[in-house]
């Protein structure tokens, strides 16, 4: 079948349908795919039927409802694909446009490695269309052609020994665990040693054992100033793999689109879990970006009391 037997337009007769449909085949087969935006409450040239009511008719249909307000319905049958929107996405699509196109005029202001600028961005206007894109665009293609490493140096061991036992990777899981169950969280982040995430007010740790056995999990929940003056909290979700060496551990995250790799060491924490100090070096490989950073956490996100500080002094100078 080739494009010129289908009509590019078709017009339904009666005049309150305000329907539009395109069709399209694919060059590779003759799958056809037919795109219709109809007016709210529009009918179809079939018996003046809604369109609800034709395609919930047809066999192969499924409805689902799409980003936004406009209701999709999509039918499929043997090398046919038919969507059916109602024209109300359109306005939802311009917002997201919208949103999309204020967060990729702050990204191009950017120097593709700095971190800082770069996060700032992403995190003032991310949504899901800037997700989508960078997915499509970085992710799955690497449009820019990048490759970062993750930083090997510096080396930072992890800590040994734990209240007088050897540290196993499942105490090293507990001390990530931290405060979670006695509070909502795991750890407050004191300070750090990034400045891409350390322009974070609030910062909250969340580590967890997931459902399924040995899987584990990091989110960081946090507040940010967005560039336009408002105040939004973000989330993360990693998935958080055992290193060779108790006390290390390989972090995942996908992130606005783009997957950073991490990893991260259990510097030192101490016997009564008033603080710890964790320290990670990073990579989002298509992005261009290879980073390093550290974090000083307590339970209620202050410093450390003074008896500490020389127990401090050493985990820092590592």
Not at 32 to 42: K, Y
Not at 187 to 202: H, S
Request: hydrophobic share 35%; net charge negative.
């Amino acid at each position: 079948m080739s494009n010129d037997s289908i009509p590019l337009v078709l017009d339904s007769d009666d005049s309150s349908s305000s329907n539009l449909l395109s069709c399209s085949t694919d060059d590779d087969n003759d799958d056809v795919r037919i795109v219709a935006v109809v007016g709210e409450g529009a009918v179809s040239p079939l018996k003046s039927a809604s369109w609800t009511n034709v395609l919930l008719h047809i066999p192969y249909t499924r409805v689902c409802k799409p980003r936004g307000d406009g209701t999709k319905l999509k039918w499929v049958d043997e090398n046919y694909e038919m969507l059916v929107f109602t024209d109300n996405v359109l306005e939802s699509n311009a917002a997201l446009q919208k949103e999309l196109t204020k967060a990729l005029q702050c990204l191009n202001q950017c120097s593709p490695v700095d971190q800082v600028c770069n996060y700032q961005c992403l995190a003032s206007y991310e949504s899901p269309t800037l997700e989508e894109f960078s997915l499509c665009v970085l992710q799955k293609h690497n449009c820019l052609d990048l490759d970062a490493k993750i930083p090997e140096k510096p080396f930072v061991p992890p800590m040994v020994k734990f209240q007088d036992k050897i540290l196993s990777h499942e105490i090293a899981e507990d001390l990530f665990v931290g405060w979670l169950g006695n509070l909502d969280w795991s750890w407050r982040v004191v300070a750090g040693q990034n400045p891409a995430y350390d322009q974070f007010p609030c910062q909250y740790q969340l580590f967890y054992r997931g459902k399924a056995k040995g899987s584990f999990w990091h989110e960081p929940v946090f507040q940010v100033k967005t560039l336009d003056a408002r105040s939004v909290w973000r989330r993360r979700k990693y998935r958080v793999k055992r290193g060779k060496v108790a006390g290390t551990f390989y972090f995942s995250v996908l992130d606005n689109g783009v997957v950073s790799n991490e990893y991260w060491t259990i510097v030192d924490v101490s016997e009564d879990f008033s603080w710890g100090l964790f320290h990670y070096s990073g990579a989002a490989r298509v992005a261009g970006q290879s980073y390093t950073g550290a974090v000083l956490v307590s339970p209620n996100g202050e410093y450390p009391n003074v008896t500490e500080k020389e127990r401090l002094v050493l985990a820092l100078d590592r």
